[in-house]
Each structure stands twice: as C-alpha cells, then as structure tokens.
C-alpha cells in the first residue's frame, strides 16, 4: 500500500465524501433574487439534503418559511447530556445569482478540477452545508453520541436577510430551536497566514464573535412635476442625487468594538505591525495585511453605500419623486448614532424608511465552546491561532441572537496563504480548496465531539 492509499483509508467517513457533497450541493442552482416569484431551487436542494440524512438514518422535519419554496430542513442528534442546552450547526441553501458568461466554469456545474471545488455557493455556504451533511451523516452512521445535543438546520433565504428564512422561523417556529443555547454557522473558521516577528508565518484563524448590524433603507424626493424644458428649480432627481452624494461620501466615525480591537491585538503580538486606531490612516495601517483588509477595514465604522436610484418614466418629463436605496451596515452600539447622522446629511426635504433592518450582534471570545474551537483547530493545526473578528456583513445569527441563543461563525478552512479569500464571497470564479473542504471535516467532527 502507498502513503497516499494508506491516507486515503485512514480518512474519517466524513472527510472522504465530503467534497462530492459540496459539488452536489453546488449543482442546485439555489439563486435567491430577493424577489419570492423569480427565487428558486431552495426546495429540490433542501429534498435532497433531507434525503441524504433519512439515509443515514436521521427523521428530519421539512418546514416552508412563509411562502411556498422557501425550504428549511432540521435534524436533531441526541446527545449524552440532555441535561446541557443543545448546540445548533446551521447553514443557508440559497447563494446569490451568477452570469455564467462571466465565469471559468459554469457556476452551478460543481466543477472539481485544479485542486478547487468551483461553483456558486463554494464559500457561501455550500462548503460548510457539506461539511455538516458529512459530519451528521457520519455521526448517524457509525453510531457515535456527542456530549449534547446537535441541531443541524439547513435554511432558505439568507442572502436576502432572512425575510423568508431563519426570521420567519424565530417569529413563527421558535419550537424548532427549543433548547438550543449556542450556535455556530458562517462566516468564520478560515485561516489568515501571517508573518511573525522572527521570519516565519502563522495562521490565524478567524471566529466570528460580531456583526454589524444590516440595514436596506430607501430614501424618497418629492417635488412638483413639470416639463422637462422649462426652467426648474424644485427638481425631486436633484434633491435626491444631492443627498445621495453627501451620503455615499460621508466617512463615519472610528468605533473599535471589543471584538476588533482584540483581533487587531492578536494580529500585532504576532506580526509586529502597531495598530494605532487614533491614526488618521488606520485603513492603511491594515492594508499590510492583504486582501483581508477588506473586511476587517468595513467593521471600523459604518458604512451607508448609494446602490440602487429611480425616478422618472419619460426624458422629457420631470418627476413628480426620486428614490434611492441606500445598503447601512451599522456597528454594534451606533445605530441610534448612525441614524441621526444620516438625517444631517439627507436634509429635511429627503424623507427615508427601512426596507429591512437586522440589528448588530457581538458575544464574548472566551468559554467552552471556544476552547472547544481552538482544541480542534490546534488538534488538526499545531501551528493555527483563534482570534475573533467582526464581520462587515450579516448572517442567520441575527435571527437566533433574538432567541437568546449564543452564536459564532466557524466554518474552518484552511486556505492557501495566496488565496484572495474575501474576493471570493459573490465573487466571479467563486472556488474552495479540496484540502481546505477535508481539513474542515476533519475539525468540525473534532469540534462537535468535544463541544
């Protein structure tokens, strides 16, 4: 027997089915337009994930989420504890939609070729759906009791807040999380290879213990209408773009929350690089950083970004009203704040409502359930570091914060040092290691068997 078949059948169940999985996975094209009538395949997927666990011997619960598609499927592992509040694995089937003429691959073909899984979903989520289907199916299988109960959730809607999703399922269904304490879903886990003091490299893997808060808001002009050829000088367009423009230029204040300032500790003892947050080139400091900069720049302050304008129906014609939608990601504790900001800079002449507004969430880098992250990181990874982060954008997690329950984002990946990760969420070419997809079975299984 080879090295390479001798690994081959040393691996665990779950690591060795889990990379067709995720290619399964990303073959439903799960696209969610944010629109109930044009979203689709959220149904077939959720069937088959279903039936993937009924094989295993699992009885699952199938619930619709308010309207007819929009798929949610659930299965409870009992554990050795009953006693202990139950823990919650939970990943979204639906991904944003893909222009297949703009890819290498097409996006739902679930490609494995060059070392990567490719394909729509390959990083949101599909490859932590894969790894917990892997896990679950493999716990079912040979029989093995985890310390407490494991509630494995497979969800509709995420990427578009949830509306049809995991907040229809706390307002509506809160008995499918009955006894759920602590959950852990995306966007967390992933390796950050960085460079230490003495010329070596260390991976730092990062647990999502924060979020800023998401908010859709549209803003309305109203002026009088008129014809395009006279002289006017109540314009609803010119109102809007105005406000627009001292909105979408606007740098909001500085705010360091818990979570980032100890990442931006962790990441100095490590690196040496001196994070100075009364810098006026913070920003840049991070940049040395790599492409991560992107994100861990986004949780400094909030941001309000102009992405949607419509007025008019004729070129002649000057419209009666003018709208925008503006996307808000809100640091945790400034919403009040970053409300009254907004409406210095809009004017009183712009009214403005929410679409849809989730509130932040940050919890505390300390507990079992963390030593239990890093145990299984360090047990697959002696050279890995835990470190918390705040992600610049939202999750399922905003809906069960709302019960009560205590959430993090940890779909571990260990990832090449050169890969731009970041780039890679609603990204073109969106891919995933193989290594990376084994690498986080391996430790998700670890993880839940000492959770």
């Known amino acids: 027997m080879t090295g390479t078949d001798a690994q081959r059948e040393s691996r665990s169940r ?9 290619s399964t996975l990303i ?14 395949g959220e149904r077939e997927c959720a069937h088959w994930v279903a039936d993937q666990l009924q094989q ?13 598609g929009r798929a949610n499927v659930f299965a409870r592992l009992p554990g050795a504890d009953p006693s202990r509040g139950a823990l919650m694995i939970h990943g979204h089937l639906d991904v944003v939609p893909a222009e297949a003429a703009d890819w290498s691959v097409h996006p739902f073909s679930g490609a494995i070729r060059d070392g990567y899984v490719w394909g729509r979903g390959a990083i949101d989520m599909k490859d932590m759906v894969g790894m917990m289907l892997a896990v679950a199916r493999q716990f079912k299988i040979e029989g093995t009791v985890p310390p407490r109960d494991l509630v494995f959730a497979f969800l509709a809607d995420e990427e ?47 647990v999502e213990t924060a979020e800023k808060g998401l908010g859709w808001m549209r803003l309305r002009a109203k002026a009088r209408a008129g014809h395009g050829s006279f002289l006017h000088d109540d314009n609803a367009v010119t109102i809007l773009a105005e406000a627009v423009a001292r909105l979408g230029k606007h740098t909001f204040p500085l705010v360091l929350s818990d979570s980032v300032a100890e990442f931006l500790a962790a990441v100095s003892e490590e690196t040496g690089i ?18 991560i900069s992107r994100i ?14 419509r007025a008019g129906y004729k070129a002649n014609v000057i419209p009666q009203t003018a709208e925008a939608t503006v996307d808000c990601r809100v640091v945790p504790g400034r919403q009040a704040a970053f409300e ?19 509130d932040s969430y940050e919890t505390t880098f300390d507990g079992h359930l963390v030593d239990a992250m890093n145990d299984a990181i360090l047990a697959h990874d002696p050279n890995g570091r835990t470190v918390p982060y705040m992600l610049s954008g939202g999750t399922d997690a905003k809906a069960f914060a709302r019960l009560g329950i205590r959430c993090f984002g940890f779909a571990p990946l260990q990832l090449p040092p050169d890969l731009d990760f970041s780039a890679l969420f609603h990204g073109v070419d969106e891919r995933v290691p193989v290594s990376a997809l084994e690498f986080g079975a391996r430790v998700m299984e670890h993880f839940l068997l000492h959770s």
Do not use: H
């Open 340 to 358: 009254r900001e907004v409406d210095e800079l809009i004017g009183p002449d712009v009214e403005r409502e929410w679409i849809t507004k989730l």
């Open 27 to 40: 073959r439903f094209d799960t696209s969610n337009t944010g629109v109930l009538e044009t979203t689709k």
């Open 160 to 206: 578009n807040g949830g509306k049809w999703g995991s907040q229809w399922l706390a307002d509506n269904r809160p008995d499918l999380f009955e006894g759920v304490t602590e959950a852990v879903g995306e966007v967390g886990g992933f390796s950050l290879t960085v460079p230490r003091r003495d010329g070596t490299e260390r991976r730092l893997y990062l």
């Open 56 to 68: 295993a011997g699992y009885t699952t619960e199938y619930v619709e989420s308010g309207a007819p």
């Open 296 to 309: 861990i720049g986004a949780t400094l302050r909030d941001t309000a970004n102009p992405t949607m304008l």
């Open 274 to 291: 001196d994070f100075d947050p009364d810098s006026p080139d913070i920003e840049g400091q991070l940049a040395k950083l790599g492409t």
């Open 14 to 22: 779950a690591e060795a089915e889990v990379v067709e999985l995720v």
